[in-house]
């Protein structure tokens, strides 16, 4: 009689958990698509899932008993991810230090997969610290909310306003000298508010 009752809640969570991996899984795929090397985004995708699994009564906005919405679980499991993320670049770093120690050569550095395709932006996107880059790409592909944002970076949502704010002006002066006419508009038009 024991093992059915316990069984109960294992299959309950078992649900929970795969009805949060039908909202998430494929936001956090592009999530680590946009941010990963090729080779790692699967890995580290597994890498959340396997987080979120195991901190599954920690997922704010989860109900107990319904499908979630979107945007209640999602700023939080793109934090979970963003951390799986670190992890792994912070191994692969461990790694090639210690291969370039043993073979006593520095390794020639990766290409990043951006580099063919709108170059002119991903270099203008690299002038960013780490966290305002993070901050404009979780508003510009994620499109979240500031209140979003500041869940998954854990500042303040006004620190992300500002931040923000601060980031798109700064590329916007930057692509402005590398392209020569203003940032996202086609010459002879007049300036945008963002």
């Known amino acids: 009689m024991e093992s ?3 069984q ?3 299959r309950c969570r078992e649900r ?3 009805a949060l991996a039908r909202v998430v899984a494929q936001p956090l795929h592009r999530y680590l698509v946009r941010r990963a090397d090729a ?3 699967d890995d580290v995708l597994a890498e959340t899932m396997l987080v979120l699994w ?3 009564d920690d997922v704010p906005g989860l109900p107990k008993d319904a499908a979630p919405a979107a ?3 999602l700023p939080w499991c793109y934090g ?3 951390g799986c993320l670190a992890n792994a670049r912070r191994a692969d770093r461990r790694r090639l230090r210690l291969v370039e120690r043993l073979l006593h050569v520095a390794s020639p550095p990766q290409p990043s997969p951006h580099t063919t395709d709108h170059e002119e932006l991903h270099t203008a996107l690299g002038a960013l610290g780490e966290v305002d880059r ?3 790409l979780l508003w510009a592909w994620e499109e979240l909310t500031p209140r979003a944002i500041a869940e998954v970076t854990g500042l303040s949502p006004n620190a992300v306003s500002i931040r923000l704010h601060r980031a798109k002006k700064k590329l916007a002066a930057i692509l402005e000298r590398k392209i020569g006419t203003p940032a996202g508009q086609a010459t002879g038009e007049g300036r945008s508010n963002w």
């Open 16 to 18: 929970r958990y795969e």
């Open 8 to 10: 109960e809640p294992a």
């Open 39 to 41: 080779g790692q985004v």
């Open 54 to 56: 195991r901190r599954l």
């Open 4 to 6: 059915i009752q316990n």
């Open 71 to 73: 945007d209640d679980v």
């Open 80 to 82: 979970v991810a963003r």
């Open 134 to 136: 993070e901050v404009v």
